[in-house]
């Protein structure tokens, strides 16, 4: 069974700061891992995607995630928040070795910046 | 390139009644996966369709179900709704090709059941 876990119901930031967005995660075999941005009243938005190689992963808007195999987690991050960036962003994976693309996801971090 | 389009939008329907939601996947794009957003308890999987096929399914009860056309896109239906399947639900879509290929969401159903 694959799980995801996003410790922080709602992250506050001010413009301009770094944002940080946790997630950890558990899968039986390798992982893939992604995040997704929700805009209200929409759908799921792509950010990034970790399939090998570098474990920092750029991705759209500006945001990066690292991910650290011996902590099992995939933190989304941006260096300077806009307040555009306000939203819920939700980490997910899916396990290498299963067959088809069933994605497991975190509840969300809303997070919220603050001019 | 047109992205997931999901119909209709919004849907408010009846304890009892019975329910289709439709998808159309981005064109070429032969995975087609539901899910179901709630408050309480996030987004959930529900199935996924491949080549007109049901390749996994999720923990819902079989008043849930779905299928896919031969054009890859796919409905899903609720039968005997009940006041907890009140939720938003999305359809997403992915390429023929790798299995870590991010999924495409549309902007989902929000359904509304009184």
């Known amino acids: 069974a694959q799980s995801v876990a996003q410790p922080e119901d709602q992250v506050n930031v001010a413009e301009g700061n770094p944002l940080t967005v946790k997630c950890t995660y558990s899968?039986?075999?390798?992982?893939?891992l992604f995040w997704y941005v929700q805009y209200p009243n929409r759908g799921l938005q792509f950010l990034l995607k970790?399939?090998?190689?570098?474990?920092l992963v750029k991705g759209s808007y500006g945001f990066e995630a690292e991910f650290n195999k011996s902590q099992t987690s995939f933190h989304l991050k941006k260096p300077s928040a806009l307040v555009s960036d306000s939203a819920l962003y939700f980490c997910?994976?899916?396990?290498?070795?299963?067959?088809?693309?069933?994605?497991?996801f975190g509840g969300g971090t809303r997070v919220l910046v603050k001019p | 390139k047109a992205g997931v389009t999901q119909t209709p939008r919004y849907l408010i329907k009846t304890r009892g009644q019975q329910v289709t939601l439709s998808c159309s996947p981005i064109?070429?794009?032969?995975?087609v996966s539901w899910y179901q957003q709630t408050p309480g308890q996030g987004l959930q999987f529900l199935f996924e369709?491949?080549?007109?096929?049901?390749?996994n399914k999720g923990n819902f009860p079989g008043r849930f179900s779905g299928r896919q056309f031969s054009n890859s896109r796919s409905e899903m239906n609720v039968s005997t709704l009940e006041l907890g399947d009140s939720a938003l639900y999305l359809c997403?879509?992915?390429?023929?090709?790798?299995?870590?290929?991010?999924?495409?969401f549309g902007q989902g159903t929000r359904l509304t059941v009184v």
């Open positions: 997403a879509s992915s390429t023929l090709t790798g299995e870590y290929a991010e999924a495409f």
């Open positions: 899968v039986s075999g390798n992982p893939y």
């Open positions: 970790y399939i090998t190689g570098d474990n």
């Open positions: 997910a994976v899916r396990d290498r070795e299963a067959a088809g693309n069933k994605l497991t």
């Open positions: 064109s070429g794009h032969r995975s």
């Open positions: 369709y491949f080549s007109e096929t049901q390749r």
